[in-house]
Nanobody, 116 residues
C-alpha cells in the first residue's frame, strides 16, 4: 500500500503561483507513473498532469503551459508547479499512481483557492 501526503496549497489571487508537493511512502519503486488530480466541488476528479517512469510528462489541455510536474526520487516527492492561476483552478489537488487510483487510495489532498 502506498501513502501520499500532499501540501503547498493555499489562497492566491488570479495570476499567482503555487508549488504543490506530494511525499509518498510504501510499496513503490523509485521511478513509476504518477499523476496529479484535482476535484472541484460538484465535479468529478480529473487528471491534470502525469509523469511517466521514463520522465515524460503529459498535461490536460486546460493546464498546458501553466502546470509543470516533476519528481525528486531521492526525496520520494513529486511536485506540481502551478503558474498563471485562474479561478477555475480552484479545487482540492491529489497525487496518485495508476494502481492507487484503481484501488481508490488517496491522500488528504491540498486545497487550492484562486480569487479573481
Amino acid at each position: 500500500q502506498v501513502q501520499f501526503v500532499e501540501s503547498g496549497g493555499g489562497l492566491v489571487q488570479a495570476g499567482g503561483s503555487l508549488r504543490l508537493s506530494c511525499v509518498y511512502s510504501g510499496h513503490i519503486f523509485s521511478n513509476f507513473d504518477m499523476g496529479w488530480y484535482r476535484q472541484a466541488p460538484g465535479n468529478q476528479r480529473e487528471l491534470v498532469a502525469a509523469i511517466n517512469s521514463d520522465g515524460t510528462t503529459d498535461y490536460a489541455d486546460s493546464v498546458k503551459g501553466r502546470f509543470t510536474i516533476s519528481r525528486d526520487s531521492a526525496e520520494n516527492t513529486v511536485y506540481l508547479q502551478i503558474d498563471s492561476l485562474k479561478p477555475e483552478d480552484t479545487a482540492v489537488y491529489y497525487c496518485a499512481t495508476p494502481m492507487s487510483v484503481a484501488y481508490d487510495q488517496w491522500g488528504q489532498g491540498t486545497q487550492v483557492t484562486v480569487s479573481s
